[in-house]
């Protein structure tokens, strides 16, 4: 059994459904935004909202990722920072439900929270984030120690914002012998830190994972074509590029396959793309091509788009594993 350890932003995803616009109106929130805003102005919202039905989910892109791999069959680690609060508790007990490590540090300020607000007959979810405490990961805390015991490390993007820490990350797992898998995350991340995600893609990067967007901004490209691209950019390194209902395409140098969407009812696609990253991952531990990586991550993202929320239940991954096991013709 191979095992993955994953490092990035601690975030715990809280769902509220507010019966109407009171509390938008309230924070001056226009409905389908995005928000930016300091912990203390999350503590606000979510105390104007007590008493309506909340659902909190710990996650962050490679905690999601992870977490799935880990319920699949991988040996899962996590490292990140939370605050000592409530939430920060509530991320470690979940971890360990979902079968990882925890290497989760404590740092200055409040955990990392996003809120979600779903008002009752709006079109559009308003999101409310604040990184908090995840954001104070520094490169200091990253050593050889943590990635000793592993096989593969996960990152994502959204680390940049953790200055030096993707990089040192890399350099040690690359020394170490581990398979680097990086997430992109968001073409702004990609934008902003540009020539940096070249060198280390080129550098360090063996499986690569971006949506359209991210592939456009860092080769200029589309599709297939940024994907042959950023594979002979890598020099072997195996390029994915997820292309939501038109499927996803697979790269490593001259080879290429494109791989089809399950059909599914959708219900939500945020996850979708960690969920894909963890049946690939998966998949690829035990040593399949990857045209058959790819359809496991297809079938893991399916699973993510039929469900509301970032991460798929237990019972939706039990059913997951099944298929897959089935797929890949390997005993359960």
Do not use: W
């Not at 019966?19 to 105390?47: C, K, Q, T, W």
């Not at 979708?272 to 690939?280: L, N, P, R, V």
């Not at 993202?301 to 298929?323: C, D, F, M, W, Y």
């Amino acid at each position: 059994m191979k095992s993955i350890i994953g490092l990035g932003n601690a975030i715990t995803d809280i769902f509220i459904s507010l019966p109407d616009n009171l509390v938008l109106e309230r924070f001056h929130l226009s409905p389908g935004s995005v928000n930016h805003v300091d912990y203390a102005a999350v503590m606000e919202i979510l105390a104007a909202a007590e008493g309506v039905e909340r659902v909190e989910v710990p996650g962050g892109s490679a905690a999601n990722t992870v977490a799935a791999a880990s319920y699949l069959g991988m040996r899962g680690a996590f490292v990140g920072k939370v605050g000592s609060d409530s939430i920060g508790e509530n991320y470690r007990k979940d971890l360990a439900g979902n079968g990882v490590v925890s290497h989760i540090l404590t740092g200055k300020g409040g955990s990392g929270v996003s809120l979600v607000l779903d008002v009752a007959g709006g079109a559009a979810k308003t999101i409310v984030t604040s990184p908090g405490a995840a954001l104070e990961l520094s490169e200091d805390e990253i050593c050889n120690e943590l990635f000793k015991v592993y096989d593969y490390l996960h990152l994502e993007g959204y680390l940049f914002r953790c200055p030096g820490v993707v990089e040192k990350a890399m350099e040690i797992a690359h020394k170490a012998g581990l398979m680097i898998s990086f997430d992109l995350g968001n073409s702004r991340v990609v934008e902003n830190n540009l020539q940096l995600v070249r060198s280390l893609v080129r550098e360090h990067v063996d499986i690569l994972f971006a949506n359209e967007d991210e592939a456009r901004a860092l080769t200029g490209l589309e599709g297939a074509e940024a994907a042959l691209e950023l594979s002979g950019r890598g020099c072997g390194m195996t390029a994915v590029v997820k292309m939501g209902e038109k499927g996803s395409v697979v790269c490593r140098g001259g080879e290429l396959f494109k791989v089809a969407a399950e059909s599914v009812e959708v219900a939500d696609t945020v996850g979708a793309g960690d969920a894909y990253a963890a049946g690939f991952l998966f998949a690829h531990s035990l040593g399949f091509p990857l045209y058959k990586c790819g359809c496991a991550g297809a079938m893991t993202a399916a699973g993510a788009v039929g469900t509301v929320g970032p991460k798929i239940g237990k019972s939706g991954l039990e059913a997951i594993k099944t298929r897959i096991c089935h797929f890949l013709e390997i005993k359960d």
